[in-house]
């Protein structure tokens, strides 16, 4: 089943506390994103990347961090987390190629983030 | 920059009337638009999505979008709106013109079907 993962699904944590959300996607998908999503925000693009070892920053990368050494894995990184980073997090990815940024995203389940 | 607003963070619609959710865009350059779908507990699901060519686009579950260019809009209809629609739904935009690769949500409509 073509799919996009996401560990935790859940987790509450303390300020300061490094943490690591997995997010991994079985569609050989070029394209991988992180997103937060916040009431009365919608969605806001943390990082995103277009392929192994490219990444860029989107609206709201502060206090994050990820890479891409892989072509199917995109782990979110939080080195110190704030409660201002509370949140639900999901990862997406899509293919890029040639069709560019025509392609719909697949989301994973979410990550819902507490920080204490 | 591009944006995406979403005027109504709240539309009521009785089952089997039409129903439209509002969206408004502004980008530089040629839009790339989508709806997506978002049930409790659940990542976004994808709907339809606006490339070029015919202004109405029809998409998944008896949904369908029009594009208008001069009012730089692209609302979400459904001819009859059934109950099991309430949930909330995202319009986003993508542009591709030098490093603005990126999808930008609007805020998000929650839709509720009254029986």
């Known amino acids: 089943e073509a799919q996009v993962t996401q560990n935790p699904r859940y987790l509450i944590t303390v300020t300061g506390k490094k943490l690591t959300v997995t997010c991994s996607q079985n569609?050989?998908?070029?394209?991988m994103s992180w997103y937060r999503q916040d009431p009365g925000l919608g969605l806001r693009q943390i990082y995103y990347?277009?392929?192994?070892?490219?990444?860029d920053k989107g609206d709201v990368p502060e206090g994050y961090k990820v890479s891409r050494k892989e072509k199917r894995n995109f782990p979110l990184i939080l080195e110190s987390p704030s409660p201002n980073q509370t949140s639900l997090y999901f990862c997406?990815?899509?293919?890029?190629?040639?069709?560019?940024?025509?392609?719909?995203?697949?989301f994973g389940p979410g990550t819902r983030l507490t920080v204490t | 920059a591009q944006s995406v607003a979403q005027p109504e963070d709240q539309v009521n619609v009785a089952e089997g009337n039409p129903l439209t959710v509002k969206c408004t865009y502004s980008v530089s350059g040629n839009p790339y638009l989508f709806w997506y779908v978002q049930y409790p507990n659940r990542g976004l699901q994808f709907l339809l999505k606006y490339i070029t060519g015919d202004n109405l686009v029809k998409g998944s579950y008896g949904f369908e979008a029009e594009f208008n260019k001069s009012q730089t809009s692209f609302h979400l209809k459904k001819p009859s709106a059934l109950v099991s629609d309430s949930t909330l739904y995202f319009c986003a935009v993508r542009v591709l013109s030098g490093s603005a690769r990126q999808l930008t949500f609007g805020s998000g409509t929650q839709l509720t079907v009254l029986p």
């Open positions: 997406a990815s899509s293919l890029y190629g040639q069709g560019g940024n025509t392609y719909e995203q697949y």
């Open positions: 990347s277009m392929n192994v070892e490219v990444t």
């Open positions: 569609m050989n998908h070029e394209y």
